[in-house]
Structure formats: C-alpha cells, structure tokens
C-alpha cells in the first residue's frame, strides 16, 4: 500500500531479549519519527530522523533503545535488554520534508507495533 | 517543557450534534503550533487540524474548527454535525517553534457517538 508500514504488528518477547521493530515510511518522504504510546497514554516522542541522519535523538529514554535508517529510507528501532516497563504501542511516521505542518510537513502515521514484554 | 491538558476522558454525543474537545497548553515558547489528531481502533494517528501561535483567525478544516484563544492557552478541537464514524481517540498536541520536530501530545479524549 501507499501508507507507512510497520513491522510487526505484535511482538511478543522476554525480559532481557533483543528486539527490532521495522518502518517502512511512504516513498519520498525524508522525515521520519518514532513515538513510544503506552497504555492509556499520548505518544511520546522518541527520534526523528531527515534522511539517514537522527537529527534529534532526545526522547530515547536511555542507551539500550538505538535507531538506524543507513538509506533513508526504511528505519529499525532496536531495544536491547528488553525490560517489562518498554511494553508499549512503538509507532512510526514520516512526513515529505518534515516542519510538523505547512506544505510538505504533514505526518503520517503507521498503525504501531505493540511490544509485550513478559 | 511543554504540557498538554485534556481533561475529558470520555464522552458521548448524539450523531448530528456538534461536540468540542478541550485542550489547554502551557508552554514558554514564542512561537508553536497546535494540533489535533485522531485515532481510530485500528491505531494510526490520522492528522486532522493545525493552528500556529501567530494566526490570528481560528484553523477550519471541513467539519472541524479550532476554537484558539491564546492568552488563555486553549486549542478547542470544535466538530459539527457528528457522524458515527467520529467515534474514535482525539489527541492534543503542540510543536514548538521552527527547527523542532517533536510534538507532545496530551493523554487524549474517547469520543463515543450514539446513533
């Protein structure tokens, strides 16, 4: 489809396992963002990236969360040591040239890979 | 820091009626823009209206408008004319000002439209 496709949708794990979540944003688009969503909560924002380069990594909340997008195009989350507090709706969004709004600066958002971390 | 505010956790409107969502906002930026989205059970957030800090007339979007006043720092998401397929989470959120990409949104509001 034409949309930001996530995978997977549900991810099941263990504490203290690796886990990747893939973003595949729409064609074209530059900008891409990562926002974390827990249970009964507003997305919180993670990492944005323009092009292949994380432009601003300020929301990952400690070294065992990375992002990676070596094109620049599709971009993986990577958490290691998974800890039972990561469970949450991980989405991911991409915009034409990023600005949040105006032309170009719309987001578009996947439909979230949910993480369980038991 | 910025905060968004969504005091509703629910609520429920008649199909046909128009509803407002509140929001309130605290943020010592200049300059920022606010948004509203919506997510339906499927899980994305569909973008619906934005409005930044130095517009003076209220955003519209088809059925939606945002009610703005600044000096009280509330972005008001307005729908009219409510349809069943509304029924969904709405989310406040605000950017700060040029060069930033992060929103921060608020904890939401469950919107229910009875038939």
């Known amino acids: 489809g034409a949309g930001v496709s996530q995978t997977p949708s549900n991810k099941v794990t263990e504490k203290g396992k690796y886990v990747e979540l893939r973003c595949d944003p729409i064609?074209?688009?530059?900008?891409l963002y990562w926002y974390r969503q827990s249970l009964g909560q507003g997305p919180e924002f993670l990492i944005y990236?323009?092009?292949?380069?994380?432009?601003?990594d300020s929301g990952l909340p400690n070294d065992r969360f990375f992002a990676v997008r070596p094109e620049g195009s599709v971009s993986t989350l990577k958490i290691q040591r998974t800890e039972r507090g990561d469970s949450a709706v991980y989405l991911c969004?991409?915009?034409?040239?990023?600005?949040?709004?105006?032309?170009?600066?719309?987001?578009?958002f996947g439909e979230g890979s949910r993480l369980t971390v038991l | 820091a910025q905060k968004i505010t969504q005091t509703q956790p629910g609520m429920f409107v008649q199909e046909k009626e128009a509803v407002t969502l509140d929001c309130t906002y605290d943020?010592?930026?200049?300059?920022?823009?606010l948004f509203w989205y919506k997510q339906p059970s499927s899980g994305e957030m569909i973008f619906l209206i934005y409005?930044?800090?130095?517009?003076?007339q209220n955003a519209t979007e088809g059925r939606y408008s945002l009610n703005f006043q600044k000096a009280r720092k509330s972005a008001n998401l307005v729908i009219s004319a409510s349809q069943l397929g509304d029924s969904a989470m709405y989310f406040c959120?605000?950017?700060?000002?040029?060069?930033?990409?992060?929103?921060?949104f608020g904890t939401g509001t469950r919107l229910t439209i009875i038939p």
């Open positions: 969004a991409s915009s034409l040239t990023g600005g949040l709004a105006g032309a170009g600066g719309e987001l578009f």
């Open positions: 959120a605000q950017g700060a000002g040029f060069g930033n990409e992060k929103l921060t």
């Open positions: 409005q930044g800090s130095y517009d003076e």
């Open positions: 943020t010592s930026d200049q300059s920022y823009g």
């Open positions: 064609s074209g688009h530059t900008a």
């Open positions: 990236f323009q092009g292949t380069g994380a432009a601003d």
